[in-house]
């Protein structure tokens, strides 16, 4: 059977928090979670949703490829992450220096992986010199790892 107080309570607290800011906390970068940790629980901000993810599951690479795809899948997290909250506050200047941190560390990380393992996407300039490296790896069937 269908609760009417929960409809009651749920329109209630949509209309009563509609356009409240949701972060009210000081913005200061150092209390962000590090790209890593943001990354496997869903967030940088920690007192942003922090119930959404309890229990982060640590994320264990097996080789060094894996470790370098996760290291670059943590960076672009937290690049993404900043830049929602940059478009609500663009003149945040130490975030602003964080975002470009983090960019730039990701964008050495992906040189570095393409050096290593070949082009990462279509429009990597590592292409040029590796066209269809990913033929030459074990597919996942094959046990490659």
């Known amino acids: 059977m269908y609760n009417n107080n929960f409809r009651n309570d749920y329109y209630n607290y949509v209309n009563n928090n509609y356009n409240k800011p949701l972060y009210t906390e000081d913005s200061n970068p150092n209390n962000l979670y590090d790209p890593y940790q943001g990354f496997i629980r869903g967030n940088l901000f920690p007192n942003l949703y922090n119930n959404y993810k309890v229990n982060a599951i640590d994320l264990k690479p097996l080789n060094e490829q894996a470790k370098m795809l996760t290291m670059l899948d943590s960076l672009n997290f937290a690049v993404i992450d900043i830049n929602l909250y940059l478009d ?10 964080l975002f470009n941190q983090y960019r730039n560390e990701g964008n050495k990380v992906l040189s570095e992986y393409e050096k290593k393992f070949g082009p990462i996407n279509l429009n990597s300039s590592a292409n040029e010199n590796y066209p269809f490296m990913w033929i030459n790896s074990p597919w996942p069937w094959e046990g490659g790892q």
């Open 88 to 97: 609500i506050y663009p003149e945040d200047k130490d975030m602003l220096k």
